[in-house]
């Protein structure tokens, strides 16, 4: 029998063996789990991450640790590689070879909050506000020059008070944002996600990332209410909408806080 042994020049898979004296080998196994992976760029926000990937693995399983990497919500991402990627698509499905980039595109929660997000000083007078009165928060000074100078939208839903009433099936419009921007919410149930939309982009926040929602009847016009979406820990996180129509404040706080609602 003649000896065998590895060919150096040959193919790049690793063989392992075990080897008798005279240098026979007696098994063979070849280690192909560089074939089963594959080494791609990560592009979000002109930064390029290097990942090494499995090639059975998902887009959705993909996302994950590119939140990881990101800090974009795995829920608040779009993958594109010669096109927009599906969850369930894995890397094989996409040919996806060494070298490859894939952009990411989406928003982080700070994204999200610094659309409307207040001054240092509005901060100040925020906290001030709710620390030293118990003023309706509509009549708080940052609100009141928010609400008066935007006034009531155009396009304000109708509002009924003291009428509580479920979700409708289509978005909530006709809001705004502390920064004057038209606000379209959208309760994707199924996928236990808001969607807060306005001209320039639509985030989809996880609902169970969302800590708590304050709301507060406006003041002469008790039909509608400013409501705080909190994303993050502290109270300087919230998100604030305006003109929410009032019938639809307890159905919106029951959906994204857990309360499944029955009708």
């Given at each position: ?82 096109g927009l990627i599906k969850d369930d698509m894995t890397l094989k ?12 595109v989406g928003s982080t929660l700070n994204d999200v909050l610094s ?149």
């Amino acid at each position: 029998m003649s000896d065998k042994s590895p060919d150096p020049g040959g193919s790049d898979e690793t063989t392992r063996g075990t080897i008798t004296e005279s240098g026979n080998v007696l098994t063979q196994e070849t280690d192909k789990s560089a074939e089963n992976s594959v080494e791609f760029k990560v592009i979000f926000n002109k930064q390029k991450y290097d990942v090494n990937f499995p090639l059975d693995s998902t887009a959705s399983q993909l996302k994950a640790h590119v939140q990881s990497l990101t800090g974009v919500p795995a829920a608040m991402q779009k993958l594109m590689y010669k096109g927009l990627i599906k969850d369930d698509m894995t890397l094989k499905d996409l040919k996806i070879t060494k070298g490859a980039k894939v952009m990411v595109v989406g928003s982080t929660l700070n994204d999200v909050l610094s659309v409307s997000a207040p001054s240092k000083k509005e901060i100040q007078e925020e906290a001030a506000a709710s620390t030293e009165s118990k003023q309706p928060l509509c009549q708080q000074k940052l609100h009141k020059k928010v609400l008066e100078k935007h006034g009531k939208p155009d396009d304000a839903m109708p509002g009924i008070k003291n009428v509580r009433e479920p979700l409708p099936s289509f978005p909530l419009s006709g809001m705004y944002n502390k920064a004057g921007g038209k606000v379209r919410l959208t309760f994707k149930l199924e996928q236990d996600q808001l969607w807060i939309g306005t001209k320039d982009r639509t985030d989809k926040i996880p609902m169970n990332s969302i800590k708590t929602i304050v709301s507060e009847a406006l003041d002469g016009h008790e039909e509608y209410h400013m409501m705080g979406i909190q994303l993050g820990p502290t109270e300087a996180s919230r998100y604030w909408v305006y003109w929410v129509p009032a019938q639809f404040v307890e159905a919106i706080k029951d959906a994204v806080l857990g309360k499944w609602q029955y009708f």
